[in-house]
């Protein structure tokens, strides 16, 4: 069973960092394009950044300059290291992968189950 477990979350003051993880387990031949999206209440969830297998990068303009995403392939891993934080980064991070279970198998994309993130003023 393929699983995507996010960790790093947590309550800090406006000004701080963090630096999320996300592993992914289980039976899998390839991770394509991994990313971080956010909810925040009352709001739709949006793309944060995403980076390809390759290491191309993708960010959302609110967080330019501020945060940065990377990867581990090694160790299927995805990380976003979150700097100047801001109050209104203030949401559920979500990590996302599109993986392949075996050769044959179509591509897939799977979800972490969020982690919370909360910035105060």
């Known amino acids: 069973q393929v699983q995507l477990v996010e960790s790093g979350g947590g309550l800090v003051q406006a000004g701080g960092s963090l630096r999320l993880s996300c592993v992914v387990s289980?039976?899998?031949?390839?991770?394509?394009?991994m990313g971080w999206y956010r909810q925040a209440p009352g709001k739709e969830r949006e793309l944060v950044a995403d980076?390809?297998?390759?290491?191309?990068?993708n960010y959302v303009d609110s967080v330019k300059g501020r945060f940065t995403i990377s990867r581990d392939n090694a160790k299927r891993t995805v990380y976003l290291q979150m700097n100047s934080l801001k109050p209104e980064d203030t949401a559920v991070y979500y990590c996302?992968?599109?993986?392949?279970?075996?050769?044959?198998?179509?591509?897939?994309?799977?979800w972490g189950q969020g982690t919370q993130v909360t910035v105060s003023s």
């Open positions: 980076i390809s297998s390759g290491g191309n990068t």
């Open positions: 996302n992968a599109g993986l392949r279970r075996s050769y044959i198998g179509p591509s897939e994309v799977y």
């Open positions: 289980g039976s899998i031949v390839s991770i394509y394009t």
